[in-house]
């Protein structure tokens, strides 16, 4: 029977709690004794650390960071050496094997820049599986950083939500976006169970649903229509069986498709 690799992606506050990373790759570590993992991952929070203590300032439009070129050394550092190292790191701690990998090993992902507005910001496009097939192949945990380039040879900063997504479409995966709150919630801060993309576009327009969390939850309806199958919001201090049952989190189902087309 072919087993689904699950995509599994954190926000980048996980790194800021030692004890909730350990749990999460301990979690992992057995999830892997059934099925493939791949761990996505952010590192917002870290870049914030480090722009600040560089004196540059940083700031986002839409819940996407401003990148300028100039910045991008300082980005690269964060999200694909210390974000990516400290989760293999606690990753082999927990018995897992990691592999730390960025969106432009392997061909995996291939980027375009988003707009002049947004500077060194890429939109991700799925590429080339192959390698991360032989990683999984070999039972290795694949850790991978949202760092991506463009056909020119451009670094580009994605938003991680986004490149779990593309993630999830190279291998067909069932995606997790894990994050510090329980789900999406309500106006009176209740979880909300399923969403779709009316129900997105109401809580949007309501202001209910915002920055960062409207980047997750766009990111969540288009992977979930591109794979034909829902995809959960959760938090990272639930157990991964617990948001596989849905005990847990929220569901964001696929748009309906127009009569007769296909994706
Ligand atoms: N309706 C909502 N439900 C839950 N969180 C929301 C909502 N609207 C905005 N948020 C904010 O979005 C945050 C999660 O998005 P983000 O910080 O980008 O997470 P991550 O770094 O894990 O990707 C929450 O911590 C919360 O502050
Ligand atoms: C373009 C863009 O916004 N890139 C993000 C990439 C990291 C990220 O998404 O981290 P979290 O998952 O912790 O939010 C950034 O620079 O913060």
Redesign the pocket.
């Known amino acids: 029977m072919k087993r689904t690799p699950i995509v599994i992606k954190v926000?980048?506050?996980l790194l800021d709690d030692q004890a909730a990373m350990s749990r999460l790759l301990t979690s992992i570590q057995t999830v892997l004794a059934t099925r493939p993992v791949i761990l996505v991952h952010?590192?917002?929070?870290l870049?914030e650390t480090l722009m600040a203590s560089l004196g540059l300032s940083s700031s986002?439009i839409d819940g996407?960071?401003v990148?300028p070129d100039e910045h991008m050394p300082y980005?690269c550092g964060a999200?694909a050496g210390s974000a990516n190292k400290t989760l293999c790191a606690a990753a082999l701690q927990a018995g897992c094997t990691p592999v730390g990998l960025s969106l432009l090993d392997g061909n995996m992902v291939t980027c375009e820049p988003l707009d002049a507005r947004f500077g060194a910001?890429g939109v991700p496009s799925a590429a080339d599986p192959a390698l991360l097939k032989s990683v999984l192949a070999q039972g290795l945990l694949p850790v991978v950083s949202?760092i991506g380039s463009s056909p020119e040879g451009r670094l580009l900063?994605?938003?991680?939500?986004q490149a779990a997504t593309v993630i999830a479409e190279l291998v067909q995966g069932e995606l997790l976006l894990l994050s510090n709150v329980t789900g999406v919630l309500d106006g009176d801060k209740q979880l909300i169970s399923t969403l779709d993309a009316a129900g997105i576009e109401t809580y949007a327009d309501q202001g209910v649903i915002t920055d960062?969390m409207l980047v997750k939850v766009n990111a969540a309806l288009l992977a979930a229509t591109t794979l034909g199958r829902p995809v959960t919001i959760a938090s990272w201090n639930a157990a991964i069986p617990e948001i596989l049952n849905h005990a847990t989190g929220t569901q964001v189902f696929p748009s309906p498709l127009p009569s007769g087309d296909t994706l």
């Open positions: 926000g980048g506050a952010g590192g917002g929070p870049v986002k996407l960071r990148t980005i999200l910001v949202s900063n994605i938003n991680a939500d960062g």
